[in-house]
Nanobody
Framework: QVNLVESGGGSVQSGGSLRLSCGVD????????MGWYRQAPGKQRELVAS???????DYADSVQGRFSISRDNAQNTVALQMNTLKPEATAIYYC?????????WGTGTQVTVTV
């Protein structure tokens, strides 16, 4: 069982920045990948960004160039830096870890971007 604790959500004006962090209770190199999903009201959950054990990162087209995912190996955390936020980024953001075919999810943190 993996425990994930997310932090850093909140409310920000359009064009602003937020940084999300996700702490896990084991060595992050145990995971094949870590990432962030989001779910906006009335929409399906979607992948925002991911980072695999080798450090390769992937981003949704809608956030490419504005969001950045990174990990802190010593702290066992993965972060999502979100810049130039747009109102359509308003959603609950979930941290996810993957070991082979097994996923663990955080409880989510709310991000609200106002006009």
């Amino acid at each position: 069982q993996v425990n994930l604790v997310e932090s850093g959500g909140g409310s920000v004006q359009s064009g602003g920045s937020l940084r999300l962090s996700c702490g896990v209770d084991r060595n992050i190199f145990d995971f094949n990948a870590m990432g962030w999903y989001r779910q906006a009201p009335g929409k399906q959950r979607e992948l925002v960004a991911s980072i695999n054990v080798g450090g390769r990162t992937d981003y949704a087209d809608s956030v490419q160039g504005r969001f950045s995912i990174s990990r802190d190996n010593a702290q066992n955390t993965v972060a999502l830096q979100m810049n130039t936020l747009k109102p359509e980024a308003t959603a609950i953001y979930y941290c996810i870890t993957r070991i082979l075919r097994s996923d663990a999810w955080g409880t989510g943190t709310q991000v609200t971007v106002t006009v």
